[in-house]
């Protein structure tokens, strides 16, 4: 039997676990200093910010596109300083036609997906393995809840954009195919798991590796 104060402990930490995300800002606003490279900085001297520090210009046009079809430019305080501590974070992402925006999901955050242009077949799935799906057009927003595999397909005529928004500074963004077959996954694990044989699954690493 646990003592009492353990159980309470426990319990006490799950809730922790649960209810937590990015912290809560204690300033206005924190521009970071020019080291960049950890999530979250020390603030410089508000006194020195400037206007310049709240707005971004780098998403004015699409990115370089993958070979799914798909630029996507992720905008974090890493790149854009304003954004430290605030606990947000976004990405634009154009689709040429077909393009895809493979199965993935974001493991601290939840985002809204808002068309900017063109037709989206948009979804997520469950944790009951229910697809959630639909068409969405400009003008319309569409939820992925934090943690769950969504994914994006234009299949308009046209050029197709969304601009996602995250409620974390450092959502993360976990892709399936990668993740599985890009990995060190031992390949005998893949060939029970998917039914592949030991040559398919070395292709399907071939292509979805390091590249």
Known sequence: MFPKMTVLLVILLH???????????????????????????SCKNS???????????????????????????????????GLNTLGMSFVRADFDVG???????????????FVLEGKIYSGFVDSGNRVFAKV???GEVMVFPRGLIHFQMNVGDSHAAILG???SQNPGSVKIPSAVFGSE????????????????????RKKLGPQ
């Open 99 to 113: 393009g895809i925006n493979v199965p993935h999901f974001h493991p601290r955050a939840t985002e809204v997906a």
């Open 47 to 81: 006194s020195s910010a400037t206007v310049e520090d709240f707005v971004f210009y780098g998403v004015k046009k699409p990115g370089k596109f993958s070979k799914a079809g798909l630029s996507a430019m992720a905008v974090t305080s890493s790149v854009f300083p």
């Open 15 to 41: 809730l922790y676990a649960v209810s937590a995300s990015d912290p809560d800002p204690i300033h206005d606003f924190c521009i970071p200093h020019t080291d960049f490279s950890s999530t979250f900085h």
């Open 136 to 138: 969405i057009e400009k």
């Open 185 to 204: 996954i031992k390949g005998e694990i893949l060939e029970k798991a998917f039914g592949l044989k030991a040559k398919e699954i070395a292709k399907m």
């Open 165 to 167: 928004s995250f409620d």
